[in-house]
C-alpha cells in the first residue's frame, strides 16, 4: 500500500521578464525599452526595481506554492461553488478560516456527524495521484475506526467510483497508520479504508497526503478502477460523545507526484 506521505511540494514555473528592443529608425539613436521603462537616465533604475519586483512576487509565489494546489484538476471547499453539506448526526458547525494566508474550510463536530462533498469526473488511469491538504486541530479521543462503539475521525477523506464502491482515507486517533478496513452500507456503498495518518503528534500542523488512489483502489478491489465521481470530507465524534474540529484546503489529481512523492 505504501506508508503516508507528509509534506507536500510543488512546481512553479516563474516566467523571466523580457527585455525588448526598438527598431533602428533612418540616424536616429533609439533606445531599448527595459521592461517597459522610458530610455536613459531612467531605464537603468527603472530596470533595477522591475527585476527587484518581480524576484519578491517570485518568492511569495514559490511560498505560496508549499500551501496551495497548483494542478488544473483541483478542488477547494472554501473557494469554490459546488459543494454540498450533509448532516448525519447532530448539528453541523462549519468556518472559513483565513491560515498563513490559505483560506479553509473548517469542520467543527459536538457529538455529530456530517461532510460536505461535491460530483467529480476524473479518470484516475490518466490522474492516478490524488494529494489533498488537511489540517485536525481536535482529535476525537479514544477514537478507533476498529471499533464500532468509538468509530470517530476528526478527518476523513473519501473518493467515490461509479458505481458502490469508494476509498476512505482517515486520520485516526488510535488505530495506526497503514491499518486497514472495510464498511459496506446496505444498498448504497462498499467502503475500503486506509489509515494515512494517526494520533497527536501533527495535531494543528498543515499536513499533504498525496496517494496512487489508482494503485490503491487496484489493490484494495482486486480489479481496475472505474471513473471517480465523488469528494467527500467527513468528520464525527457522536460515538465517543466527544468532540473534533479539522480544515481543509484543496484536492488536486495529477498525471504524476509532486517533487519528492512516490
Not at 533595477?48 to 511569495?60: S, V
Not at 476509498?167 to 495506526?176: K, V
Not at 467502503?191 to 503528534?201: C, D, N, R, S
Request: overall charge positive; aromatic content about 12%.
Amino acid at each position: 500500500m505504501g506508508g503516508k506521505d507528509v509534506g507536500g511540494e510543488y512546481v512553479v514555473r516563474v516566467h523571466h521578464p523580457r527585455v525588448y528592443y526598438s527598431r533602428p529608425h533612418h540616424s536616429r539613436i533609439h533606445y531599448p525599452r527595459l521592461f517597459g521603462c522610458n530610455p536613459p537616465p531612467h531605464a537603468l533604475k527603472c530596470a533595477i526595481m522591475k527585476t527587484l519586483k518581480t524576484i519578491l512576487a517570485a518568492a511569495a509565489l514559490v511560498m505560496l506554492s508549499a500551501t496551495a494546489c497548483q494542478a488544473a484538476l483541483k478542488f477547494t471547499p472554501a473557494t469554490e461553488k459546488g459543494w454540498e453539506l450533509k448532516e448525519k448526526d447532530g448539528k453541523a458547525k462549519t468556518y472559513i478560516a483565513d491560515d498563513g494566508g490559505v483560506k479553509a474550510f473548517c469542520m467543527r463536530s459536538d457529538r455529530a456527524s456530517f461532510s460536505i462533498q461535491r460530483g467529480i469526473k476524473v479518470d484516475v488511469k490518466k490522474y492516478p495521484y490524488v494529494t489533498w491538504r488537511w489540517k485536525v486541530n481536535k482529535l476525537p479521543g479514544k477514537g478507533d475506526f476498529r471499533d464500532g462503539d468509538k468509530d470517530d475521525q476528526a478527518a476523513q477523506f473519501f473518493v467515490a467510483f461509479s458505481g458502490d464502491e469508494s476509498i476512505s482515507y482517515i486520520w485516526d486517533s488510535t488505530a495506526p497508520a497503514g491499518a486497514k478496513g472495510e464498511q459496506w452500507v446496505p444498498w448504497v456503498m462498499t467502503v475500503k479504508i486506509l489509515v494515512v495518518e494517526t494520533g497527536p503528534a501533527n495535531v494543528g500542523k498543515w499536513m499533504s497526503v498525496t496517494r496512487n488512489v489508482y494503485e490503491d483502489y487496484k489493490k484494495l478491489y482486486g480489479k481496475e478502477p472505474p471513473m471517480a465521481e465523488g469528494l467527500r470530507f467527513q468528520i464525527n465524534s457522536q460515538y465517543t460523545g466527544d468532540t473534533a474540529e479539522s480544515c481543509i484546503d484543496c484536492v488536486e489529481f495529477a498525471k504524476t507526484p509532486p517533487p519528492g512523492k512516490k
